[in-house]
């Protein structure tokens, strides 16, 4: 079982430009959600995807934006970077949307912004 | 509107010392609350989480922490530290109702030879 696993692992954008991360969940997870961890921070909660549709989001503007697979990968997407959107972008995958879940996180990819 | 506040960015202990991370939360309702751990150039693991039922949670490698409601807290411990346990700390809460899980903003724990 390869766990989750994201790409790219790091990423330089220029600011205005749009970029796309990757995640595929654990074997047998249905639900991932994004995390942006800036540096020295905690995960912040960016938003959820179960059975192909958003049901939970956190306080992030609609620049942030995502998609799921009927295979339950994911992407999220990001427009008009800013330079505050360089971070670790973590995704978590489990097997149901309730958060007693356990999550299990991918290593993360490292965008910086320029 | 639920927060975690984790008390001290750096905490060191000796090699064999008891090791105590602190948390403390807010929350409307009871919550789930979850400590996670994350090493250099990793992603987050999970050590232990509390739901409901017994207050006192043990974990995977040896940690365990307390639910105290009328102290909104949930302390991490770990009776002997081992220098493997370096790494990065980080609490949550979850609300039930809405499933979204708040992280705090981490304690970095040194383990002294």
């Known amino acids: 079982d390869a766990g989750v696993t994201q790409s790219p692992t790091h990423l330089i954008k220029t600011r205005g430009q749009q970029v796309t991360l990757r995640c595929s969940p654990k074997s047998g997870h249905d639900t991932v959600s994004w995390y942006q961890q800036a540096l020295g921070q905690g995960p912040q909660f960016i938003f959820q995807y179960y059975e192909e549709e958003e049901r939970q989001r956190g306080n992030f503007p609609d620049r942030f934006s995502g998609h799921q697979f009927p295979n339950y990968s994911s992407e999220l997407n990001v427009n008009a970077l800013l330079l505050g959107d360089s971070a670790l972008y973590l995704c978590a995958s489990s097997l149901g949307q309730d958060s007693y879940n356990e999550q299990f996180f991918g290593p993360g990819t490292r965008l910086t912004v320029l | 509107a639920q927060s975690v506040t984790q008390l001290g960015s750096h905490v060191s202990v000796s090699e064999g010392a008891l090791v105590l991370l602190r948390c403390n939360y807010s929350?409307?309702?009871?919550?789930?609350l979850f400590w996670y751990v994350q090493y250099p150039n990793q992603g987050l693991q999970l050590l232990l989480k509390?739901?409901?039922?017994?207050?006192l949670v043990k974990g995977i490698n040896g940690f365990e922490a307390e639910f105290k409601k009328s102290e909104t807290s949930f302390h991490l411990t770990k009776p002997s530290a081992h220098m493997s346990d370096a790494a990065e700390y980080f609490c949550?809460?979850?609300?039930?109702?809405?499933?979204?899980?708040?992280f705090g903003k981490g304690t970095r724990l040194h383990i002294l030879p």
């Open positions: 949550a809460v979850s609300d039930p109702r809405d499933d979204k899980i708040i």
């Open positions: 929350s409307s309702v009871p919550p789930y």
């Open positions: 509390y739901t409901t039922g017994a207050t």
